[in-house]
């Protein structure tokens, strides 16, 4: 049996702006990552992903609030921590490398002293001299020679950087690693590369990760099961494969026609028309049914369930039945 590493149940994370208004970022959302495993958390732009790994390491920004739901990682609830008690937690035991953060090294600072500072801030009592011993050894982990600690972020190639984050967020030796968006910014032989890094250290360190991205097809390469997200909530969610294979939402229908597939071309083959909806006040019933053009009355009135098809394939749709 696989052992669960992290159970997050009925999650709710809103932003509370100053007009009195709320932004219902994440909805009620549920999902398991096992331990050595991988889980994809796909969807369009603004769709809660960033809000929710945020509310799992508990670094919310000030208007950011967890208002309802559980986070259980090996079966304590990280909702119910204090700060202190989170501050043991995240990195030591689950860690994300952030949006964009390959962009946001220091460029006045060499790279071995970067990660050498990000491990003194979190490792109590350890040298500078071994700090820089564990840098180096942390370079050479994700594929950089050990030499290159003495190089500022401006020696480095985009993917050589994007190394180097995924190298910080190991830095203690976390059991669950979220990947916020790790290949964006990245062309398509350099993203493979990375692919390739982040599977090869899932089956060396027996690393659970998160991986979060708005391409259905990259997620392939590293995650096992898939949550697709439209507007704070879970559509469908299950092995990947079987997702991929049988997509039974129309919204995860559209994800796969638009990133068909994984090793062949990248061109967009497909465009979803129109936009997510505002998570102020998002639609009735199923918020993807002012997009979908199979919704019916019952669509534009009630929020459906998601349900169990079987072998542990969930939708939400009222046009599947169980
Ligand atoms: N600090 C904030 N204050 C108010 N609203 C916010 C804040 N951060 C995010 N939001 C809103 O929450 C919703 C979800 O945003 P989030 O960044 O989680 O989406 P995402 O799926 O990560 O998008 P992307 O793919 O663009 O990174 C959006 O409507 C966004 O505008
Ligand atoms: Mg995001």
């Known amino acids: 049996m696989p052992e669960r590493l992290l159970e997050v149940r009925n999650l709710k994370t809103y932003f509370y702006l100053e007009s009195g208004e709320s932004v219902k970022a994440v909805d009620g959302i549920s999902f398991d990552v096992e331990k050595g495993e991988g889980l994809g958390l796909v969807g369009e732009s603004g769709c809660g992903k960033t809000t929710a790994a945020l509310s799992l390491m508990r670094l919310l920004p000030s208007a950011g609030k967890i208002v309802e739901g559980k986070i259980l990682f090996k079966g304590d609830d990280l909702v119910k921590k204090s700060e202190d008690e989170m501050r043991r937690i995240r990195w030591k035991h689950i860690s994300m490398v952030f949006q964009g953060s390959m962009n946001a090294l220091n460029p006045l600072i060499k790279v071995g002293d970067q990660i050498a500072e990000a491990i003194i801030l979190h490792e109590h009592g350890i040298s500078k001299k071994e700090a820089l011993n564990r840098a180096a050894e ?62 090869d250290l899932k089956e060396k360190l027996n690393l659970s990760l ?52 994984a090793r062949g071309t990248r061109r967009r083959l497909y465009s979803l028309p129109g936009f997510p909806p505002d998570l102020i006040n998002p639609p009735s019933g199923c918020r993807f049914h002012p997009r979908c053009t199979y919704a019916t009355d019952v669509c534009r009135k009630e929020v459906p369930d998601i349900i169990d098809v079987g072998g542990g394939h969930y939708v939400a749709c009222h046009l599947v039945r169980g």
């Open 210 to 261: 998160i991986m979060i991205t708005h391409d259905l097809s990259i997620v392939s390469e590293v995650c096992n099961d898939v949550a697709v997200m439209y507007a704070g909530m879970i559509c469908e969610y299950g092995d990947l494969r079987e997702v991929y294979k049988n997509p039974l939402h129309p919204y995860t229908a559209a994800l796969v026609r638009a990133y068909p597939s």
């Open 138 to 199: 942390l370079l050479e982990l994700v594929g950089i020679e050990r030499r290159r600690v003495n190089n500022y972020p401006f020696e480095f190639s985009g993917g050589m950087k994007q190394r180097t984050v995924i190298a910080m967020a190991l830095a203690l030796n976390p059991e669950l690693v979220i990947a916020d968006e790790p290949t964006t910014a990245l062309d398509v032989i350099v993203e493979a590369q990375i692919l390739g890094l982040m599977r």
